[in-house]
């Protein structure tokens, strides 16, 4: 089993829907938690950091369930640029764990 | 600032050739960090290094050496390049130490094939 799994997609979605992306993580000791996005041959750059009473900033809003080991991504309003793959990203001590990553393609 | 900078951008290899890609950053990160990216496997982690000086094996280490040449550099040697080993490999640093904010900065990557 991966330690950072994520639905791989392809999403695709008109401009203007709401999508939302999971990612469930095997190490219960993980102490920080991120998404990155990564535009096709680019890469990765931090979006937004998780915390544990959620987080939102804009459009994108972040949420952990330490319970059940789970982080959500919202994006309300789906632009065209926000199409990209969105890596779920698990750290432990100087140990990030990438997830595969989730494609999103956002429609005109 | 130009933040991580790696080189080279491109390289193709024939098995068992050797080569180093350099990695460079300028904003004062103490940790430095060498991922290789598959497809549908993510980014795996190769080496890092959590300071000057001081380095250590992250998820898959075998057929790479690193070196920390000073605060600013951290290149990965393949001795013997494989195939297995073609990839993208990404270099990676951040400030460790800041509760909650361990943002890391990638360079832009070298695309690596070895034939």
């Known amino acids: 089993r991966k330690e950072v799994e994520q639905d791989p997609g392809p999403f695709n979605v008109p401009e203007g829907a709401t999508v939302a992306f999971n990612c469930t993580y095997s190490?219960?000791?993980?102490?920080?938690f991120f998404w990155y996005r990564q535009d096709c041959r680019k890469e990765p750059k931090l979006l937004m950091s998780?915390?544990?009473s959620g987080n939102e900033d804009g459009r994108f809003t972040a949420q952990l369930n330490r319970a059940s080991q789970y982080i959500s991504l919202l994006i309300r309003d789906s632009k065209l640029s926000d199409s990209a793959t969105y890596l779920c990203?698990?750290?432990?001590?100087?140990?990030?764990?990438f997830g595969a990553g989730t494609r999103l393609t956002v429609k005109p | 600032n130009a933040g991580v900078t790696q080189t080279p951008k491109f390289q193709v290899l024939k098995t068992g050739q050797s080569m180093t890609l350099q990695c460079a950053q300028d904003?004062?990160?103490?940790?430095m960090y060498w991922y290789r990216q598959d497809p549908g496997m993510g980014l795996r982690l190769i080496y890092y290094?959590?300071?000057?000086?001081?380095?250590d094996k992250g998820e898959v280490p075998n057929g790479y050496n690193v070196s920390r040449l000073n605060k600013r550099e951290f290149s990965l040697r393949l001795e013997s390049a494989a195939p297995s080993q073609t990839s993208v490999y990404f270099c990676?640093?951040?400030?460790?130490?800041?509760?909650?904010?361990?943002?890391?900065?990638f360079g832009p990557g070298t695309r690596l094939t070895v034939l």
């Open positions: 998780v915390y544990s």
């Open positions: 290094s959590a300071s000057e000086g001081t380095t």
């Open positions: 990676a640093s951040s400030e460790v130490g800041l509760a909650g904010s361990n943002e890391q900065f």
């Open positions: 190490n219960s000791a993980s102490q920080s």
């Open positions: 904003m004062n990160h103490n940790s």
């Open positions: 990203v698990v750290w432990n001590n100087n140990d990030m764990r």
